[in-house]
C-alpha cells in the first residue's frame, strides 16, 4: 500500500515540512539521496575540508566508513599501576584522538600491564581486528589470573562494546588469531601452567549473520612450548602461521589449516626470518595491491620485510632507525602500522606508493600505545 495514501495528523505533517526546510541541502538542484551518490566518490579528507554538511556527512551512518586507527593505551610506568588501560581512534582526516565509550562495568575490567612489582615487564593485552571489530582475547589482572573468561567486542558504527561466548577455559599468555572472520585461541595457561590447555586449541566463529554462541573445540598441539608467552597467530592464505617466541630469539613455528583442523612445521625460510612483530594485510576490496600480504619489522635492525610465498623468503620493503624497537603491527588499506619506542611513537608505512613513505604518529598526551589496529572510523551524531 502506498503511504503516502495514509492520511496524517496535521501536527506531523507540520513537523515533517519543518524538518524538511531545516535541512541542508548537500548539492544544489539535488535531492540529498542521489547528492550522497555523487559525494560518496570523493576521496572523504577532500569532502572533510569543504564545508560542515559534507564533513558530518563522512561520519554519518549512511555513508560508506573510511578507516581509521584505532589504539589501546596505558598511563607511562610513573602512573598509578591502577590506572586503567584506554581505548582510542585516530582520526586519518582530521588528525585527531577520539576516546572509544567505556566497556561494560559489569564485569569491571580489569587489564594489567604492568605490575608494581614488575615494571619492567610489560603483560600482554591480546586484541584482535575480526570483521571490522576490535575484539579482546586474553590479558591478566593483579592476581595474575586470566582478565578475560569471554571476548569483549567493539562495533565501531555502532560505537557498542559487547561480550562473545564464554571460554572452555580462560587464558593468558595464550596464541591469538584469526582467519576468515573466525578468533582462535591456542595454548597458554589459566592462574597456573596445566598441560592440556597448553596443548589445546579453540575456535570462535564471528563472521555472517548468525555469530556463534559457544566455542569449538580444535586440534590441539603436539606440545605446550607456545604457552611461555603471548604470540600472534597471523592469519594468512588460509592458515595460522605462529612462533613460540618473540624477537630474534631461536624459535619454534608451528601452521594450523584451518580447513582440514592439522596441524604443519613452518617453512624454514618464513621462520628464519621471523625476527620481529608480525602482521597481515587482508583488505576486502582489489582496491589495494598488497592483498593477503605478510610483513615482519625486525625490532633490532629497523627493516620492514614483505614475505614472498613462491621463494620462502623475505623481501625488504625499506629500513629506518624510527623502526627499531617494534613491538606490535598492523596492516590494511596499503599501510602497515609499527608501535616502537615503548609505546611512544606509531611508524605508518605507506607500502603501496612507489617508493614506501613513512611517517610518526604521536599517541595522545601521557599515553603508551600498547597495540593498534585498522578499522571503520566510528559514527557521530553531531
Known sequence: MDQEA????????????????????LLSGLPNHLAQLCLAKINPSILFSVCHSWRRLIYSPSFTPFFSLYALLSPPPDHSPNSPIQFSSLDPISNTWTSLPSPPSDPPLHLL??????????????????????????????????????????????????????????RRFCAAGTVGGKVYVASGMGTTYRGDVARSMEEWDMKGKEVSASWVKKAGLKDGRFSREAVEAIGYRGKLWMVNVKGNAIKEGAVYDVETDTWQDMPQGMLGGWNGP????????????DHDAMYVVDESKGVLSKYVDENDCWEVVMDSVVLKEAEQVCAGRGRVCVVCANGTRIVVVDVVAPLPRIWVAEPPPMLEVVAVHILPRMCRLD
Open 6 to 25: 495514509i492520511p496524517k495528523p496535521k501536527h506531523e505533517k507540520h513537523n515533517q515540512t519543518q524538518a524538511s526546510s531545516n535541512e541542508t541541502s
Open 113 to 170: 600491564h604492568r605490575h608494581p612489582a614488575f615494571l619492567s615487564r610489560k603483560l600482554p593485552i591480546q586484541t584482535l581486528s575480526v570483521s571490522g571489530c576490535l575484539v579482546l582475547v586474553a590479558a591478566t589482572t593483579h592476581q595474575f589470573t586470566p582478565a578475560l573468561p569471554r571476548p569483549l567486542v567493539f562495533q565501531p558504527l555502532s560505537k557498542q562494546w559487547s561480550f562473545g561466548p564464554a571460554l572452555p577455559k580462560p
Open 278 to 289: 608480525t602482521a597481515t594485510s587482508i583488505n576486502d576490496d582489489d582496491h589495494h595491491h
